[in-house]
T-cell receptor, first 110, second 115 residues
Framework: GEDVEQSLFLSVREGDSSVINCTYT??????LYWYKQEPGAGLQLLTY?????DMKQDQRLTVLLNKKDKHLSLRIADTQTGDSAIYFC??????????FGSGTKLNVKP | SQTIHQWPATLVQPVGSPLSLECTVE??????LYWYRQAAGRGLQLLFY??????ISSEVPQNLSASRPQDRQFILSSKKLLLSDSGFYLC??????????????FGSGTQLSVL
């Protein structure tokens, strides 16, 4: 249950919506997470979703969870240049363990 | 509020030299502590985690070791660095098992270059 897959790059224009996708393998994860990493910095927790939910909205962020397909997505509405960063999907199938995808680099063009 | 401190921010070391990276957490007790490595352009690899003083679990065999001499202190070490040890090292913490929050919080990272 440690394989978390993400596409490596996404490029969008400022003002458009961004959708970052992730697939995971372990259906026992209680929570699934999205983290944001800006250059040279640590990871910042953006949002998370409890595994018995299908959707969670938090201002410009919408998380969709399809447990059947083990698919997680992060939608950023009205994407801004400040949203340019690497976004990581993570699962926690066991207590104390968190596994991350390789990260999706989001490039927002003005 | 809880904070995590990690230092140094950058480090350049010659091959064969020792390593010591330190991480401390404030504002909480008995946290779970983690060391991750992020190689250039790649995702995060879990190296070590600890659920208490002196309790270290290693995820991958490697040239590194970890120690937890105090409740909120986590140290990453090596006796002799290899070129392949270069990367961005991240310390992280979660509340102890049974706490309401199952969230991982990261330090600001250490960029290690082994030359």
């Amino acid at each position: 249950g440690e394989d978390v897959e993400q596409s490596l790059f996404l490029s969008v224009r400022e003002g458009d919506s961004s959708v970052i996708n992730c697939t995971y393998t372990d259906s026992s994860s209680t929570y699934l997470y999205w983290y944001k990493q800006e250059p040279g910095a640590g990871l910042q927790l953006l949002t998370y979703i409890f595994s018995n939910m299908d959707m969670k909205q938090d201002q410009r962020l919408t998380v969709l969870l399809n447990k059947k397909d083990k698919h997680l997505s992060l939608r950023i509405a009205d994407t801004q240049t400040g949203d340019s960063a690497i976004y990581f999907c993570a699962e926690s199938p066991n207590v104390n363990k968190f596994y991350f995808g390789s990260g999706t680099k989001l490039n927002v063009k003005p | 509020s809880q904070t995590i401190h990690q230092w140094p921010a950058t480090l350049v070391q010659p091959v064969g030299s020792p390593l010591s990276l330190e991480c401390t957490v404030e504002g909480t007790s008995n946290p779970n502590l983690y060391w991750y490595r992020q190689a250039a352009g790649r995702g995060l690899q879990l190296l070590f985690y600890s659920v208490g003083i002196g309790q270290i679990s290693s995820e991958v065999p490697q040239n590194l070791s970890a120690s937890r001499p105090q409740d909120r202190q986590f140290i990453l070490s090596s006796k002799k660095l290899l070129l392949s040890d270069s990367g961005f090292y991240l310390c992280a913490w979660t509340p102890p098992y049974g706490a309401a929050d199952e969230k991982l919080f990261f330090g600001s990272g250490t960029q290690l270059s082994v030359l």
